[in-house]
């Protein structure tokens, strides 16, 4: 859980330009946030907040992939993705990382991109009242049960 935390604040906090510009890195004032946790005051404890309400929610929505049966996968596929300035998931730039190898391999990345395209919108991050891209890596994680 730490590192998946140490992870979303730390891993590409960066402003995304248009694909033919070059990238534009900022420092961000206030990173997205969960709507469920918007009103925590501490900027902190409100990302602690998101965190613990999207890995509920990967938690809830990833699915040990159908047709991988034989498959005995236990770890985790880190993939990573692009919050765009309304706080929606950026799917077409949402990409593996590091995942399994071996056969049903691409069954679980296929699945880890799912999960994380279909985050809920978030609060976008923002500084100085402009909205900013931010880049993230998220660890989804699967286990045979």
Do not use: W
């Not at 900027?43 to 990833?62: G, H, I, P, V």
């Not at 609060?123 to 660890?139: C, E, G, L, N």
């Amino acid at each position: 859980m730490r590192l998946i935390f140490l992870i979303f604040f730390c891993v590409f906090i960066s402003s995304l330009q248009a694909q033919d510009e070059p990238e534009k890195f900022v420092l961000i004032g206030n990173m997205p946030v969960h709507k469920g946790c918007a009103k925590i005051k501490s900027k902190l404890e409100k990302q602690k907040c998101t965190e613990e309400k999207l890995t509920e929610y990967e938690k809830k929505n990833t699915v040990y992939p159908s047709g991988a049966e034989t498959a005995k996968y236990n770890g985790y596929v880190d993939v990573e993705f692009v919050i765009g300035e309304d706080g929606s998931i950026i799917k077409d730039m949402t990409k593996v990382l590091a995942g399994f190898s071996g056969e049903d391999s691409d069954l679980f990345n296929q699945e880890a991109i799912r999960v994380v395209n279909s985050l809920p919108t978030l609060i976008p991050a923002f500084t100085d009242d402009q909205f900013h891209r931010v880049k993230f890596t998220r660890s989804v994680y699967f286990n045979r049960k």
